[in-house]
Each structure stands twice: as C-alpha cells, then as structure tokens.
C-alpha cells in the first residue's frame, strides 16, 4: 500500500460531498490508503450519512502494529465493518485486537456488533457508552430508514470496555493512547494518540473539510477550552480528523478553533448590537462558505450558538 505523504494531502483535494462512491466494489466509500507507516484510514464522504454512501461519512482508520491491529470506529452499520475487516485481511494476516469507539455517535458505534461477533473488545469513554444506551435505539432506526438493506446484520452493541481520562495500549510498534482531552463536539469524544509517530486520530474533536455541526449537546465555549488547553498540548505533527483527508495541525486550527472563535464573534456582535434569533441565524459565515456540509450546517450553528451565548 502506498505512503501517501501528509501534507501533499493537506493541500489536495478536498473529499466533496458531490463526488459519488470512490469504491463501488465494496461499501466502503473509498479504498483505506495508508497515510504514515503501519497507519491506513478509509476516507468516508464528507456529506451526511446517505443509502450512496451506506453510512461511510466519517474515518475508518486502523493501526497495523505488528502484532495485532487496532481499528477506530466501529463504522455505520455491520456491513460496513465487515468491508473495513475485509480490507484489513487484504493487507494483513493480523488479527484484530481491539477496537475503539470514538464517540457515542451512529458511525462510531452501529458496526460495533460485527466486532464483537469477531470476538474482538470495543473500548469507548463512558459517556460514548451512557449515548449509546440511551439513544443507541433512536439511532439504529434513522441509519435503518436511510439504509435499508444495507443495514441488514446490524444489531445495538455498545462498547464492552469503558475508561474515563486514559486507556493505553502497547501492541507490536506502537505506543496507542485513547484520551479523553475534554468537552468537544459530542459526549465521550476521544482522541488516540500515537506519541512516538506524532500522530493524532482525533475523531471530531478536529474538522477541516467540512463544516463542523454545533449540536445541541455541543457547548463551543468548553470546546475552545479543550482545545487551547488539551489538544493544542499534543504538539502534533499529523493529524487524521473525523472527517475529511489527514492533515495537518494548521489546517484544522484554521477550521476548527478558528470557526468556533469566528462564530462566537460573529454571534457576541450580533447580541451586543441587540438583535434576536430569527437574524442569528444569518449573520456571515463566508469566510468557511467553501467547506462541505456549509449549506446544511452554517444556519443551524449559528442559531445554536446563539441560544448558548444569550446565557453565557
């Protein structure tokens, strides 16, 4: 498999929601490239999860050790596990050994029953996992409606292993530590850092292709905080984000941290001149119009913040 440099990749193409499905032999929506030595990741759509797509928006992303590989996300559905386990067999006699979770979300965690059927741990943050039972029914259903026989096999199966600030394994050649850095897109969001190659799998405390959703649940204040006090401390060279190409620390600095300030500003501005709601939703987002997902997302993000911000 091919080495593909990082910041070759930083500066190419960007994955375009428009693009159709990159590998129609398989449910994957692109082949997995391997991005430094022993790392590969399966670059999803970096358009909402779609029956095109089967739920593959986001990284899949695995760690070759030499003793074992270690995946990232449990995937969308089972289908789309077993076509990620299927390109691990490809490029390895490794067995799985672990997998984890990177947040509580649908395309973390639906393929999580094809793992465990494989007799393989699935480790999560315990509040991924309190997300999960809670809502873990609610997801199922929406990727069944846009899915459909697509998400056949696919049964609710939340992590079988929790941790709260750290779980760190040493597996072949590599040093993997899962942290949980802080407050940040969604709860139980985890990094796994690779300390001797200086590369994060950030998951979605880190965007750069497309733009980043505000959940209700997402408070951008704590998120910043995270940010300048935990993931900044990396001190990354690479950085594979939860969605969109690897890259680089600059680039998701630029379209994470420098949305969520820019946002803020834009939003403060407007509550400081006294306006409302209803013209929140549309104060200027150009400077980030060229990002994926803008469309769907910008409005929505503003009328959030704007609903934290009233308060803060």
Do not use: C
Not at 233 to 256: E, F, K, S
Not at 272 to 278: E, H, I, N
């Amino acid at each position: 498999m091919r080495w593909i440099l990082p910041f070759l990749i930083a500066t190419g193409a960007h994955a375009s929601e428009d693009i159709a499905d990159k590998y129609p032999g398989s449910l994957l929506y692109d082949k997995p490239v391997e991005f430094i030595p022993g790392v590969f990741s399966a670059i999803g759509a970096t358009a909402p999860p779609t029956y095109e797509n089967a739920g593959h928006n986001n990284n899949l992303s695995f760690i070759v050790t030499g003793d074992g590989v270690v995946v990232i996300n449990g995937g969308a559905a089972y289908g789309l596990a077993k076509a990620l386990h299927d390109e691990i067999k490809a490029i390895t006699d490794q067995p799985v050994k672990l997998v984890f979770n990177e947040n509580g979300q649908g395309h973390a965690v639906l393929g999580n029953n094809y793992w465990t059927e494989q007799g393989v741990p699935i480790v999560a943050h315990v509040d991924a996992a309190m997300e999960v039972a809670e809502y873990g029914g609610s997801i199922l259903e929406s990727m069944k409606r846009y899915n459909r026989d697509q998400a056949e096999g696919t049964r609710l199966q939340g992590p079988t292993e929790t941790f709260e600030d750290a779980y760190v394994v040493e597996m072949g050649d590599f040093r993997i530590e899962a942290r949980y850095l802080g407050p940040a897109h969604s709860p139980g969001d985890i990094v796994v850092w690779l300390p001797d190659q200086s590369l994060v799998i950030s998951g979605d405390v880190a965007f750069h292709e497309r733009m980043l959703p505000i959940f209700e649940h997402t408070y951008t204040a704590d998120w910043l905080e995270t940010w300048d006090t935990a993931f900044e401390a990396l001190g990354a060279t690479y950085v594979i984000p939860g969605h969109g190409h690897p890259t680089n620390m600059d680039q998701v600095r630029r379209y994470t941290k420098g949305y969520l300030e820019y946002l803020r500003e834009q939003i403060g501005a407007h509550i400081d001149a006294g306006g409302g709601l209803a013209e929140a939703y549309y104060v200027d987002q150009s400077p980030y119009a060229n990002l994926d997902t803008f469309e769907e997302l910008a409005t929505k993000n503003a009328g959030r913040v704007f609903e934290q911000m009233e308060f803060e």
